[in-house]
């Protein structure tokens, strides 16, 4: 019986993965490994930002605890907490994280063959009020086994092996894509296993909610404000279109997934590469958007075509319902 399948026959996400990566004969297991440690690390931020609330009582993250010790910063100790779970994962070779100036180069002994770069928490300006924040993730292999060099990550998005983000909200959701679509997969807490909830998802191919934060309108670009404009006062007879900016990306984006619409971080006179770091935040978030069926645009190019000359490199994003990135897309053509 169905109904009964669906509490008895769970699928976790290391069995969906194991299951996905049967598919290749050469696979040994490693990518499944390293996702364990990144799905642990996840378990830990989760547990963490739950009783961030409680942290004057409890002495926790970024307060003093009874003993009058300082006690780290939350966006802090997830850094540590995902660094010390990749090295020991015995998988990877070159970590770059939001926290870290450098790269992380994994001692030879301990060293696999990814690369991983991540956010360990992002959205930090909404941890004190209890809004959701997230995780983002990419992963990249190295092609040989050579000395590891910072180079290895500056790769373009299309080169990533996987990528993606867990939001801490309402729920603990885990969106993966590997190559083969997105699937979500939520927390339950009860079993500390995350269970797919969200098998293949598909971003509506036009959306009715736009995304930005508005506040920064008067330093942008023609295209950005005619597209901006016309979500408000569209000219073909279309109802317009609602805002929602929470102002963290893993939440907003999460939402433009599900919904459909567009999410935008452009540039501006103040900021001309706009705000978010290519790696770890626009390249994972493009690649989930491509692989369920949407679209991921800087303002010149795909998103994914782009190669970082730096590790912490910023650019301007749009991405989400196919339609309305391409509408976007008309606009800056428009404008050479
Ligand atoms: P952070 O890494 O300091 O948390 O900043 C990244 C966040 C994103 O989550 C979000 O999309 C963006 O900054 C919001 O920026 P703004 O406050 O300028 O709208
Ligand atoms: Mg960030």
């Known amino acids: 019986h169905a109904a009964d399948a669906h509490r008895t026959d769970l699928m976790t996400i290391t069995r969906f993965v194991l299951n996905e990566q049967s598919k290749y004969p050469e696979s040994r297991g490693d990518f499944t490994i390293l996702l364990s440690h990144i799905v642990l690390g996840c378990k830990f931020v989760c547990t963490a930002v739950n009783k961030a609330g409680l942290a004057k009582l409890l002495g926790l993250a970024g307060e003093t605890n009874v003993q009058g010790e300082d006690q780290k910063k939350l966006d802090v100790l997830s850094n540590e907490v995902f660094i010390k779970a990749l090295i020991s994962s015995g998988r990877t070779c070159i970590l770059v994280s939001e926290e870290d ?96 909830t969200h098998p293949d998802i598909k971003i509506p191919k036009k959306g009715k909610i736009y995304s930005v934060n508005e506040g920064n309108a008067k330093n942008w670009d023609g295209p950005t404000s005619k597209y901006v404009e016309s979500c408000k006062f569209p000219k073909d007879g279309s109802s317009p279109k609602s805002l929602r900016y929470i102002g963290s990306m893993v939440a907003d984006v ?54 970082p000359k730096k590790i912490h490199e910023r650019s301007p994003i749009f991405l989400g319902s196919y339609d309305d990135v391409e509408e976007i897309k008309r606009l800056y053509s428009a404008e050479e």
């Open 101 to 196: 100036e450098e790269a992380t180069f994994v001692e030879p002994a301990k060293r696999g063959k990814y690369c991983v770069v991540f956010d360990p928490l992002d959205g930090s300006s909404n941890i004190d009020c209890g809004v959701s924040i997230g995780t983002i993730f990419g992963i990249y292999m190295m092609k040989d086994a050579h000395e590891p060099i910072v180079d290895d990550v500056l790769q373009p998005g299309k080169n990533m092996l996987a990528a993606g983000y867990c939001m801490y909200g309402s729920s603990c959701t885990l969106v993966l894509s590997t190559g083969n679509g997105v699937n979500g997969f939520t927390l339950d807490p009860s079993l500390g296993e995350f269970i797919l």
């Open 254 to 307: 999460h939402r433009t997934l599900l919904y459909g619409g567009i999410f935008l971080y452009p540039a501006d006179k103040k900021s001309p590469n706009g705000k978010l770091r290519v790696l770890y935040e626009v390249f994972p978030m493009s690649f989930l958007m491509e692989q369920a069926g949407g679209q991921a645009f800087t303002g010149k190019e795909r998103a994914l075509d782009l190669v």
